[in-house]
């Protein structure tokens, strides 16, 4: 990491450090307010003495990050985060003298990228695979159909009301729920309760949940629900036919919906298949190049999945404030994954520069106006929304880097294992 670091030793000639500093005490003169001076007033000699260090610190910064910026445009340096002045040697009557310890981008000398072997086969869609799908759709479209009383059987839809009588702190009281008797995603308690119950009667049923229970307030509880059993209904499911299918969408056929399907999962397959195949091209490349990694892009990296982690802990209904996290340890046991993804998309991007490719106008209008569709908003407005926290700039990139993986997978040699 340490070969992206650099240093910069700088002078700044007593002149130029006493216009400046004549400069900050003329801003400041503008804005002191002192008690027995008008506003904008107060005698420059008096600032000076009252705000020593302030004007010092003031003169430092703006003239250190000036010389700097001259002197990196000069040398052609490509400087990443923010540089850090240390050493500062100021004194009345003497040059500024100061060090920069800066880092820059790292220089990727790219080894072969095109003709990478990759393992990938074309996808397969099955006349199973197409029923399979289609049994769905037709499970979408069922009709639950109320029938006579009778015993409650394995297959059957019981509409229960539900209460808890114990062992929730807060109660549970459902007055309509449909639970199909024997799934595999019933408790299985409500299971073996209900077996034999018939519309009209009631009973309690004790319902132990597992740990791993999705709703965590009922996870490895035990709770007694007073069960109703009002109505026992029965799923019929459409016919597979050609009104089906125009029911579904733009079809005039069952065939015409067999092979919309047959198309649809290749499509899924295909992209799955591509994405791991691309994935496999990156690691390739991460092996095969080994250069420097700045801090500064190292950190922005970790910080970015660090935030994807807090955000998987809450889409799983955990707060991340109320558990105790060492979060040191968690950013060192992202470091590793943090220095490939940044080396990634560092040798992406140079090879993005070298075969040219860009991200076109047309592309990015295309994604902004798929997400005003999705947000149901003015394109113009979600356009400006999007460029103000610097979203559309990084659909810029995705978009290249996507072409990219695209250009790397086409060129590669496909092997089948």
């Known amino acids: 990491m340490s070969d992206c670091k650099q240093t910069l030793e700088i002078t700044i000639p007593v002149e130029e450090v006493e216009a400046e500093t004549t400069k900050v005490v003329a801003e400041m003169q503008k804005k002191v307010r002192m008690p027995g001076f008008r506003p904008g007033k107060v005698p420059a000699g008096l600032i000076r003495k009252n705000y020593a260090a302030e004007i010092q610190q003031d003169v430092i910064e703006s003239l250190g990050s000036r010389h700097f910026r001259a002197a990196a445009e000069k040398d052609d340096l490509k400087v990443v985060g923010s540089p850090h002045l240390h050493d500062v040697h100021f004194h009345e009557g003497e040059p500024l003298r100061l060090t920069v310890h800066f880092e820059v981008a790292p220089d990727v000398e790219l080894k072969e990228y095109r ?106 509880k035990t709770v007694t629900f007073k069960v109703g059993l009002t109505t026992i209904r029965r799923k019929e499911l459409p016919e597979l036919n050609d009104a089906f299918a125009q029911d579904l969408g733009d079809f005039q056929t069952a065939d015409e919906l067999r092979e919309a399907v047959r198309k649809a999962i290749f499509a899924e397959r295909e992209h799955q298949a591509q994405r791991t195949a691309k994935d496999a091209l990156i690691e390739k490349l991460i092996d095969q190049h080994e250069f420097p990694i700045p801090e500064a892009y190292l950190d922005r990296q970790i910080e970015a999945q660090v935030e994807n982690y807090l955000r998987a802990m809450a889409a799983q209904g955990v707060d991340p404030r109320a558990v105790k996290l060492d979060w040191e340890k968690i950013r060192e046991s992202q470091k590793e994954k943090a220095i490939r993804d940044v080396r990634g998309s560092l040798i992406l991007e140079k090879i993005a520069d070298r075969e040219a490719i860009q991200t076109t106008n047309d592309e990015i209008d295309r994604e902004v106006q798929r997400i005003a569709r999705q947000q149901r908003e003015p394109a113009a407005a979600v356009r400006i929304k999007l460029e103000k926290d610097g979203t559309l700039r990084r659909i810029a990139s995705q978009i290249r880097t996507e072409k990219v993986l695209n250009f790397l997978f086409e060129q590669a040699k496909k092997t089948a294992e």
Request: net charge negative.
């Open 115 to 220: 003709e990478l072997e990759v393992v990938y086969q074309e996808p397969a869609v099955s006349d199973e695979d197409i029923a399979q799908r289609i049994e769905t759709l037709r499970d979408q479209k069922a009709d639950y159909v109320n029938i006579d009383p009778r015993p409650v059987e394995n297959g059957d839809y019981a509409v229960v009301s539900l209460e808890s009588v114990a062992g929730l702190a807060e109660p549970i009281k459902q007055e309509e729920l449909s639970l199909h008797i024997g799934a595999e995603e019933t408790v299985p308690a409500f299971n073996e309760g209900l077996i034999g119950m018939t519309p009209g009667e009631a009973k309690e049923i004790d319902v132990t949940y597992p740990e791993d229970y999705a709703q965590k307030s009922l996870a490895n």
